[in-house]
């Protein structure tokens, strides 16, 4: 169960990276509608400058132009020259800085304020995303590292811990008091 967490951590990692470079040569833009009649929600996820973007909104009335076609659309953008990410206008604190944002917003520059959709909208940066998911295989690496150096100290005839040389005393390590484990099988 462990290897099968770290395969998929690892596996997840290499995703977030690969994500994240693409993210600065081409914009992504992953979108779906779920909703009949005047009602409609439009979902998305958005990937573009380091950041990936989650965005929520309801459609009213004329809007519902916006969500025709049904099921994920796909639509991707060559990014010609350095971009920023424009998912929503967010203030500069210090976790936006970070590129962390979350919040709603409503565009009210185009609608009336009575039929303006608010839109909820969570931003991750890849960086973050990728950290995250390399905790689990960087911790079983550093095990493994360990666990390796233990198995060669003792195979050379030194202290597992500390590594000093116990040719002259085999049962106790005279540098850190360690008691040698038995060999014998």
Request: hydrophobic share 40%; charged share 20%.
């Amino acid at each position: 169960m462990k290897r099968t967490l770290v395969a998929l951590s690892t596996l997840l990692f290499l995703a977030a990276c690969t994500m994240w470079v693409r993210s600065h040569l081409v914009a992504d833009y992953w979108r779906w509608a779920d909703g009949t009649g005047s009602s409609v929600r439009l979902s998305g996820v958005h990937s573009m400058a380091g950041e990936v973007g989650l965005i929520d909104r309801a459609l009213h009335g004329s809007d519902i132009f916006e969500a025709m076609s049904t099921g994920v659309v796909h639509t991707t953008e060559e990014v010609e020259g350095p971009m920023s990410a424009g998912f929503v206008h967010r203030p500069q604190s210090f976790w936006n800085r970070l590129g962390f944002a979350s919040g709603q917003s409503v565009p009210s520059f185009i609608y009336d304020n009575e039929k303006a959709p608010v839109i909820t909208y969570l931003v991750l940066p890849y960086w973050f995303i990728a950290v995250l998911t390399a905790v689990l295989p960087g911790f079983s690496f550093i095990g493994f590292v360990r666990r390796r150096r233990t198995v060669r100290r003792l195979r050379s005839n030194r202290c597992p811990t500390c590594g000093y040389d116990l040719r002259a005393s085999p049962d106790r390590c005279p540098e850190c008091g360690t008691t040698r484990p038995s060999t014998s099988a």
